[in-house]
RNA sequence: CGGGGCGUAGCGCAGCCUGGUAGCGCGCCAGCUUUGGGAGCUGGAUGUCGAAGGUUCAAAUCCUUUCGCCCCGACCA
């Protein structure tokens, strides 16, 4: 299995191989290695992750949230302050020890961040005194860092790249419209930008966030079935706001704590858009997210063939440029045309131009998308005011063929026998199934087969509520949740 | 933490059993010929053989210690 420059492995052969193979080929990211855990984002899957950062913090401050920044050490007695969020945590916290040379006392060790809630508890608790304070709307781009067991470049890391919000606010009412509003911003981006269709859900008992009184997410399907939880959003009751005393003074003049929301999406979603959409010929990227939309390779043999193309192909780089398509001319010398193209394909540009004397000369270029098998010849005359809707085009196939993908492997199951040969080797599928709602069922379905509930589906995001019998158990169930594999 | 494996050029590996002073492929550099789907030829550069110690005339190779990484399980999301 080795790390062979150039090979993908095909998805059908080994899916983690492949992912490792798309990631390396598409030039995003590699292992750290001389940091347990960590990766380094290389300019191409950083440059993605700046697309989604610009789409969604113009969301964000749409939706009246102003960007601020925290410490990135949080003191170990902050963590300690809401029992539930340390237990979660814990585990899986980095913590500084040594500081200026000297050993630091126990009770002023800092952890890493693994999230902020602690922190930003503490400053809305400095920050907020009534209720013409509220709501406040912060958002923090940042790294966190959580001791994970086993990582994945992109799905898991030890150090990722996220935002996360924290808002608090009056009531419990209006902090759940912010939860749901959150939701729903999140299943927009992951659908109309990262053509990524996903389920908006709230999280059973078990799979919360550590001190939220409720989870929600959207769960997405990635290509070899699993699901992968894309963005989380939550609502934290009153939890911190009592851990760290934030309390206002309300309209009739009593006081009381807060409401809060967090939510978060990260450098995670990088790895969905991988399992999303691309194939064993490496990375597709929905043009919304593409660095490089629209790649020109100018063919050449002569020095006079030269004189003529490469002029040419500046030019209709300035003219898409021009017309808003992000475009690059590949005027390398050394490498061969085939070449480039390889590299293009797998770097998950999706349309490349082919200009060489004979298209010039025909006032046609040599047109090739990323998800065609075969080229096609685009007029060059009016190729800036046609690529749009061409890379709109693209856009629209790959939600397309992501929500039939879904659909396809998407069952309803109402036998512990069926629920079994759909899960059986290692397999995953989306489930709709019926379940009792107890923990201990949950459990004993993880234990016993590793699928989980992925998310008790909000109206219209699933089957309609139906009584029906537990799957596992054959108690009385309301409605059918979501079962799958996960990331 | 239990089981298995691996550290030799930038990357992937051979050499180790049977000790004799460093090799292959890719990549890189130069030149020429090439260029519409991964170019060919010629020449060239690059190594504390993971580290420390020992045995020996001589260690990548044998012995001891040690560090690091990967896989499976466990754990975790």
């Not at 939706?63 to 302050?81: E, V």
């Not at 006079?304 to 021009?322: F, I, T």
């Amino acid at each position: 299995m080795a790390e062979e420059k150039g090979k993908i492995t095909p998805q059908v052969e080994d899916f983690p191989q492949w992912y490792q193979d798309v990631v390396r080929e598409g030039d995003l990211a590699e292992a750290a290695k001389v940091v347990k855990g960590c990766m380094v984002i290389k300019p191409h899957g950083y440059a993605i992750w700046e697309k989604i950062q610009a789409d969604l913090d113009r969301r964000f401050k749409e939706t009246g949230h102003k960007n601020a920044y925290f410490p990135l050490l949080i003191p170990m007695s902050f963590l300690n302050k809401e029992a539930q969020h340390v237990e979660g945590f814990a585990p899986e916290v980095a913590v500084v020890t040594h500081a200026g040379g000297k050993a630091l006392p126990e009770g002023e060790q800092y952890a890493i961040r693994p999230t902020s809630e602690t922190i930003i508890g503490h400053f809305f608790s400095k920050w907020i005194d009534s209720y013409r304070d509220l709501p406040l709307l912060i958002n923090q781009w940042a790294n966190v860092m959580r001791w994970e067991v086993h990582t994945r470049l992109f799905l898991r890391t030890t150090e990722f790249l996220w935002q996360e919000g924290h808002t608090a606010h009056a009531d419990h009412d209006e902090a759940y419209e912010e939860v749901l509003r959150i939701l729903d911003l999140y299943g927009d981006f992951a659908q109309n930008v990262m053509a990524m269709p996903v389920i908006r859900g709230i999280k059973t008992e078990s799979e919360k966030f550590a001190g939220a009184v409720q989870t929600m997410s959207i769960e997405a399907m990635m290509r070899d079935g699993k699901a992968l939880q894309a963005g989380t959003s939550h609502d934290l009751g009153q939890n911190f706001g009592v851990a760290f005393d934030v309390k206002f003074q309300n309209e009739e003049g009593r006081e009381d704590y807060v409401w809060q929301t967090s939510w978060g999406v990260s450098t995670r979603l990088i790895g969905g858009l991988i399992m999303t959409h691309s194939d064993d010929t490496g990375l597709i990227l929905p043009p919304k997210l593409a660095p490089v939309q629209a790649v020109i390779v100018p063919i050449f043999r002569k020095a006079h063939e030269k004189e003529k193309v490469l002029p040419a192909a500046a030019g209709l780089r300035d003219e898409l440029k021009a017309a808003g398509v992000a475009v690059e001319l590949d005027d390398r010398e050394g490498k061969r045309p085939g070449e480039k193209y390889y590299e293009w394909e797998r770097k998950g540009v999706p349309i490349r131009i082919e200009l060489g004397p004979r298209d010039i000369e025909s006032g046609e270029a040599m047109t090739k998308l990323r998800i065609a098998d075969g080229k096609v010849k685009m007029p060059i005359a009016t190729l800036a005011q046609d690529l749009g809707g061409v890379l709109d085009g693209f856009q629209d196939f790959l939600l397309e063929r992501a929500v039939k993908f879904r659909e396809d492997n998407t069952v309803t199951i109402d036998s512990w026998d069926d629920f079994t040969d759909v899960f059986k080797d290692g397999e995953s599928r989306f489930a709709w199934c019926h379940w009792d709602g107890t923990a201990q069922t949950e459990a004993a379905i993880k234990e016993e087969t590793k699928v989980t509930i992925r998310c008790i589906p909000l109206d219209g995001q699933g089957p309609d509520p139906e009584p029906g019998k537990c799957i596992k158990t054959g108690k009385p169930s309301a409605r059918r949740v979501l079962f799958a594999r996960a990331y």
